[in-house]
């Protein structure tokens, strides 16, 4: 059973790399921010909290992404190991986490802030089914419109200039620390992510002695 950490700041490709890896090595995929967006999507008494956090531009509350995690991993549907991304995002929940698991890795994607702007302010959100598009990578046949349904592309809530530079901010103050904590403690593999994704994926697997990426 594998248990790894994918961390990096907002745009990096944490989300595309857990897919590559949990598709391959069937590992379950655990990210925070997909089970925020369900909530935002599905009308909860969370979605609403998180909802208007972010069209305030600020961050969503460590208590609540603590509980939200802890809730997920007590499921235990993950039989050969999880791939988690948006926890932990501070010294306290990192220090919770290597208590409760034992992690075989931490990847740590790299990108410099130059690039990070230029990603997430060309994300793009289908506003009927949630399906995700980024204008320089990933762009859909119709400008504007969702591949799968038609439906209207929007940017998401927390995707302005001011919100992603307070991401940033609170980024290198809380999450760096978490980094160090792991690197005193566990495997950190620190990775470029400025190459196109199969090759950021063939760097991981090579750093973490993972069976070779199948594209």
Same mark, same amino acid.
């Given at each position: 059973?594998?248990?790894?950490?994918?961390?990096?700041?907002?745009?990096?490709?944490?989300?595309?790399?857990?897919?590559?890896?949990?598709?391959?090595?069937?590992?379950?995929?655990?990210?925070?921010?997909?089970?925020?967006?369900?909530?935002?999507?599905?009308?909860?008494?969370?979605?609403?909290?998180?909802?208007?956090?972010?069209?305030?531009?600020?961050?969503?509350?460590?208590?609540?992404?603590?509980s939200i995690?802890?809730?997920?991993?007590?499921?235990?549907?993950?039989?050969?190991?999880?791939?988690?991304?948006?926890?932990?995002?501070?010294?306290r929940q990192?220090?919770?986490?290597?208590?409760?698991?034992?992690? @075989?890795?931490?990847?740590?994607?790299?990108? #410099?802030?130059? %690039?990070?702007?230029?990603?997430? /302010?060309?994300? *793009? +959100?289908?506003?009927?089914?949630?399906?995700?598009?980024?204008?320089?990578?990933?762009?859909?046949?119709?400008?504007?419109?969702? @591949?799968?349904?038609?439906?209207?592309?929007? #940017?998401?809530? %927390?995707?302005?200039?001011?919100? /992603?530079?307070? *991401? +940033?901010?609170?980024?290198?103050?809380?999450?760096?620390?978490?980094?160090?904590?792991?690197?005193?403690?566990?495997?950190?593999?620190?990775?470029?992510?400025?190459?196109?994704?199969?090759?950021?994926?063939?760097?991981?697997?090579?750093?973490?002695?993972?069976?070779?990426?199948?594209?």
């Open positions: 059973m594998r248990k790894y950490v994918i961390m990096g700041v907002q745009g990096s490709g944490k989300g595309t790399q857990s897919e590559l890896m949990r598709r391959d090595l069937d590992l379950t995929h655990i990210g925070v921010g997909d089970i925020l967006r369900w909530h935002v999507q599905q009308h909860t008494k969370i979605g609403a909290l998180v909802r208007r956090t972010m069209a305030a531009g600020e961050l969503v509350g460590d208590d609540l992404v603590e995690v802890r809730e997920r991993l007590q499921q235990h549907d993950w039989n050969y190991g999880f791939l988690i991304d948006g926890f932990p995002r501070n010294v990192a220090e919770f986490f290597l208590e409760s698991y034992d992690i @075989d890795g931490v990847i740590h994607l790299d990108l #410099p802030d130059e %690039d990070v702007q230029k990603r997430v /302010l060309s994300r *793009r +959100l289908c506003a009927s089914c949630g399906m995700d598009y980024n204008l320089i990578s990933d762009r859909p046949e119709v400008d504007g419109n969702c @591949d799968v349904c038609g439906g209207d592309l929007v #940017p998401r809530d %927390d995707d302005t200039p001011e919100a /992603l530079a307070a *991401r +940033l901010r609170d980024y290198y103050e809380k999450t760096e620390p978490v980094l160090e904590l792991f690197r005193r403690k566990e495997c950190v593999l620190t990775v470029d992510a400025r190459p196109e994704p199969g090759a950021v994926q063939d760097a991981i697997r090579s750093g973490l002695d993972l069976p070779p990426y199948r594209r």
